[in-house]
């Protein structure tokens, strides 16, 4: 717990989060994320805030193109998924090289499986937050494709994530993907190298 800042983080970890994948397209191939940002902020107009890393080569697709598609995970999914969109770049790879998708109005990518819903955005409005920026848009299209559940951040913890191996490994492991650093202190600006996370989503291995 920080004493100074009087902020245990393990209280921000309670916040409930659901996973998604957010596709986009550069103009030459499509791409997607895994976020956990996707929120709807008013009802009346229908309007939904995703919040993005500026690392990830996505926020500058949609800051550029100003559209995306929310894919609402189920509890189906497999692990390999996460590992397609959250542990690589759509600088670097293909990430729909291998497969088909379906098509919104807007023309971006909605995934075939492991979905329970679909959000086709528009970007009205962009608040940068330093490390982040946030999308504010408005709802063009919206579909329910199942009654799967939806997958919460806490399931996938539980449920989807291997568990890493930390056996007489000193060090920190990374809560999103596992990625385990070994030291006797982690660097307060580390960056974990596969899911683009920061220090706050490591812990200690016990």
Sequence with gaps: ????????????????????????NDGKKDNGLIVN?????TSTPQKVAVT???????????????I??????????PFSIFEKFGFASGKDVDKFADCNPN?????????KKYINAYISLKVTDYIDLGTHGMFICDVKEAK??????SITYTYYQNRVKPKPETK????????????????????DDFICPLCKHGVADFEPIK
């Design 1 to 24: 717990m920080n004493s100074v800042n009087n902020i245990d983080n393990n209280a921000l970890f309670k916040i409930s989060y659901g996973l998604y994948v957010v596709t986009s």
């Design 103 to 111: 098509r919104s109005d807007n023309g971006l990518a909605v995934l």
């Design 144 to 149: 329910a494709v199942s009654n799967a559940e």
């Design 68 to 77: 995306m598609n929310v894919n609402c995970l189920t509890i189906e999914t």
């Design 37 to 41: 940002t996707p929120i709807q902020v």
């Design 168 to 187: 007489e490994k000193k060090g920190f492991v990374c809560k999103i993907c596992g990625y385990v650093y070994e030291g006797e202190e982690l660097p």
């Design 52 to 66: 993005i890393s500026k690392q990830n080569y996505s926020h500058d697709v949609i800051k550029n193109t100003k």
